[in-house]
């Protein structure tokens, strides 16, 4: 079930703070987005090329797609022609890939760069070394944008790593990017902490959605 009276709440808190919510709608059926849409909603995220694809062709053309999923470059021509922004850019040559392939299109393809802030080793993401040649390849990129930063924090209910994660993922932010970058951090279970640690972009599912099979 869509919960649409935290919607409200949320989006109307979002606004009044300059953070872009994305409503995280994966394996959701259509209905449900367009319940959000309804509403107002634009600002919709996705994992799954496949379903991304299929969601795009059934919805209203106005709805800007946030793939934040893990890409493989062999799918990027898929999203490409169609995608508002790519979150989880993950390696030198995924950017290269989405180059190419928005080269094709005729697009700049804006894109964030995943940073690993997590204990898990399971989660997908650079290290600052990795961003820094992330950020100098793309001086030669002329067909994507690097427009900020994406993390995911360890999922844990220990709040103090949790900032600490995002905290760590805010300074690098300041580092390399200008205030009016995106930084998208923040989840259904922590996007409070994101947000005092100064995210403004905010990935939400579940709360809004339900929670997923
Ligand atoms: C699924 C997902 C989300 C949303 O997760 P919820 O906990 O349901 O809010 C956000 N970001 C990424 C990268 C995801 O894969």
């Excluded at 994966?26 to 509403?39: F, N, Q, R, V």
């Excluded at 290269?96 to 094709?104: L, P, R, S, T, V």
């Amino acid at each position: 079930m869509v919960n649409t009276d935290f919607y409200k709440e949320l989006k109307a808190e979002c606004d009044a703070a300059n953070i872009t919510l994305v409503a995280v709608s994966k394996t959701k059926p259509a209905e449900d987005l367009l319940e959000l849409y309804e509403l107002g909603q634009r600002d919709f995220g996705e994992n799954y090329v496949q379903e991304l694809v299929e969601k795009e062709a059934a919805l209203p053309k106005d709805i800007r797609w946030h793939f934040i999923g893990h890409l493989q470059s062999n799918k990027a021509k898929q999203i490409v022609p169609f995608v508002h922004i790519i979150h989880s850019v993950d390696s030198a040559k995924l950017l290269q890939e989405i180059n190419k392939q928005a080269a094709k299109v005729n697009r700049t393809t804006s894109c964030l760069l995943q940073m690993h802030i997590a204990r898990e080793e399971t989660k997908y993401g650079m290290d600052e070394a990795e961003i820094i040649d992330a950020i100098e390849l793309k001086e030669s990129l002329l067909n994507v944008g690097v427009k900020g930063l994406m993390g995911m924090a360890s999922f844990t209910d220990d709040k103090e790593q949790v900032e600490e994660e995002f905290s760590r993922l805010k300074t690098i932010y300041n580092r390399y990017f200008s205030s009016s970058a995106t930084l998208s951090m923040g989840m259904s279970g922590d996007y409070k902490l994101a947000i005092a640690q100064g995210s403004n972009m905010i990935r939400v599912g579940s709360l809004l959605f339900g929670a997923r099979n």
